[in-house]
């Protein structure tokens, strides 16, 4: 809990010093007040959402306790579930048996020196080497179980052979990362030319998030997430943009939002590429729609998921799934849970607790 508050007190109290925005402080404790009095636990997300801003005119209690929302999320996702989520490699053969379009993988790294191809068979370095030169000329290496893109690297082929095994280990097998860990080697996939617009060192992909009640499956929210044309990865923790997008349309609505830790900033375009992200429409947005509702049954016993897709000139491609999805995200960048299927669902639990 203490490094909770420090997180809290080092990354969002500066930020909200310097709002020059800020609604007037009466207003604000008002404010507060009424979201404790209403889920009965401290209100620090009031800062972390940024709802002091006048720029936000949603009544406050639309947003949801982050902590709460977890444990929901927790109670919908059966344990016996998780592996298949958190495991890439699992979920990409679950989805390839159920005949749906995911990101594939052509080797499984392990830090003792073992590398095995997707069908499990062992190989030697070169090898190695060998297999990828006839599968791509680029490869994109992530851990096999892990979320916001730590220890990705995208390389060249060319690149992982003049490296060498050692080299590369030392790379992937890092300080923070676990001796137990596995790295999966999958191809770079090749984004929309709408998305690359934005920037191509990342691929960028929409997160959305379902929740399955008996056969149906009900969106909640979906955000795009887009690189800072530095990374090789769009994920929002390590200085990604987070955009609104409308679910019935598939237009990107606002601004593009950062993580506190990098300056809490919103943009209109992107600062490095200068596209603009308000009414950006994103292609094959109903096929992307309609592709996640086919997931979301597959991935019983879990009820409650954010599912990242990216949208290629071929149309949408899974590319994981999250049972522990960072549900803050979601909520910050496109508004409260309050009346999604899921803040419903979790509100009226508690009516019924």
């Known amino acids: 809990m203490s490094a909770r508050i420090w997180n809290f007190i080092s990354s969002e109290i500066a930020p909200y010093v310097r709002a020059k925005d800020k609604k007037p402080l009466t207003r604000q404790i008002r404010e507060m007040r009424a979201m404790y009095r209403e889920y009965g636990t401290l209100p620090y997300y009031y800062v972390t959402h940024g709802l002091y801003r006048r720029s936000h005119s949603e009544d406050v209690l639309e947003y949801i306790p982050v902590d709460m929302m977890i444990r929901f999320c927790n109670r919908l996702n059966a344990r016996e579930g998780v592996k298949a989520a958190s495991d890439k490699a699992s979920f990409s053969e679950l989805m390839r048996r159920a005949g749906l379009p995911a990101v594939g993988y052509f080797a499984v790294l392990q830090n003792n020196g073992e590398i095995r191809d997707a069908d499990g068979a062992a190989m030697d370095f070169q090898k190695f080497v060998q297999l990828l030169r006839g599968k791509c000329q680029e490869a994109f290496i992530k851990l096999r179980e892990c979320s916001q893109g730590l220890a990705a690297l995208r390389l060249p082929v060319a690149e992982i052979e ?154 949408p491609l899974l590319i994981e799934v999250n049972h522990d999805y960072d549900i803050f995200l979601s909520q910050y960048a496109c508004g409260g849970y309050r009346e999604t299927p899921f803040g419903r669902a979790l509100l009226g639990s508690r009516s019924a607790a």
């Open 162 to 315: 003049r490296m060498g095994w050692q080299e590369l280990h030392q790379r992937l097998w890092r300080p923070g990362v676990t001796p137990s860990s596995e790295y999966l080697v999958q191809p770079v996939v090749v984004q929309h030319p709408l998305l690359a617009s934005l920037t191509n060192i990342s691929v960028n992909t929409v997160r959305i998030d379902t929740y399955l009640v008996g056969d149906t499956v009900h969106f909640n929210k979906a955000v795009l997430r887009v690189g800072n044309g530095i990374a090789c990865t769009d994920n929002w923790a390590s200085g990604g943009y987070i955009v609104k997008i409308d679910l019935d349309s598939g237009t990107l609505r606002g601004t593009g939002k950062i993580k506190s830790k990098y300056g809490k900033g919103e943009y209109s375009s992107h600062p490095r590429s200068g596209t603009r992200f308000d009414g950006l429409v994103l292609p094959y947005w109903q096929e992307l729609k309609s592709l996640v509702r086919k997931a979301a049954p597959v991935m019983l016993p879990l009820r409650s998921l954010g599912w990242d897709v990216a949208l290629t000139p071929e149309g």
